[in-house]
């Protein structure tokens, strides 16, 4: 089975990252950790997020693990895109704490996600 992660750098992607490496080295499954750079990759270069805290951990971990990054003006598309093509089982988001009513405005990737995905998604806290 296969887990992907979309991560962002900030503590929302961290906390998704950290729950869903649990949860592949528990179950020993794979992880997909998915960056896109919200950008138009055709004028712009894609800013490069170092993952080596993460990598460092996986490989002392012995996570079996796959870095895709991608760069798109359409994150929540290239994360969905890339979740089904390596044959993800779940997709695991980072989200802001909200209050009621601002669950019903949450952000625009993570609601295209959550509406999108045609596999489950976890969406974590910090």
Do not use: H
Request: no cysteine; hydrophobic share 45%.
């Amino acid at each position: 089975m296969t887990i992907a992660v979309a991560y962002r750098p900030d503590d929302y992607g961290r906390a998704a990252v950290r729950w869903a490496a649990a949860k592949a080295e528990a179950n020993d499954e794979r992880l997909i950790l998915i960056t896109v750079s919200e950008i138009d990759p055709e004028v712009d270069e894609p800013e490069e997020i170092d993952l080596s805290e993460f990598t460092e951990r996986f490989d002392l971990e012995g996570i079996d693990y796959e870095i895709r990054r991608a760069a798109s003006l359409s994150v929540s598309d290239v994360v969905i895109d890339q979740a089904v093509e390596a044959g993800a089982d779940r997709l695991v988001i980072g989200i802001r704490k909200r209050t009621p009513v601002g669950k019903m405005l949450m952000g625009r990737v993570t609601q295209m996600i959550l509406l999108d995905a045609p596999m489950p998604v976890i969406a974590v806290k910090p």
